[in-house]
């Protein structure tokens, strides 16, 4: 079993940045594939971004490209969420999430285990 916490949300002015973290029950995590995904009211879970536990590959949903880093530290088992430049359209809830699967990291139906959630506002 993996347990994932997020934290670092909040509320931030257009232009903004935060971090976000997740932490992880120790154990498998330094080899998950682990993901995040954000969600808004009435919306599907929509991929952010993710990354692999070997070699660090991350890969990013367009819309975040270039604003976005994912990043894991696995000897704190600890996932990153690196945002800045933020946008209203980047509200949302924000899930970490992790996976033993090596392919389609961008679909939520791929992972086994997720966190509670942690709310980015971003608004002025």
């Known amino acids: 079993q993996v347990y994932l916490v997020e934290s670092g949300g909040g509320l931030v002015q257009p232009g903004g940045s935060l971090r976000l973290s997740c932490a992880a029950s120790a154990g498998i995590f330094s080899t998950m594939n682990m993901g995040w995904f954000r969600q808004t009211p009435g919306e599907e879970r929509e991929f952010v971004a993710a990354i692999w536990w070997t070699a660090g590959i991350t890969y990013y949903s367009d819309s975040v490209k270039g604003r976005f880093a994912i990043s894991r530290d696995n000897a704190k088992n600890t996932l990153y969420l690196q945002m800045n430049s933020l946008e209203p359209e980047d509200t949302a809830v924000y899930y970490c999430?992790?996976?033993?699967?090596?392919?389609?990291?961008?679909?939520?139906?791929?992972?086994?285990?997720w966190g509670q959630g942690t709310q980015v506002t971003v608004s002025s």
């Open positions: 999430a992790a996976t033993a699967a090596t392919y389609y990291l961008e679909r939520a139906s791929g992972y086994e285990y």
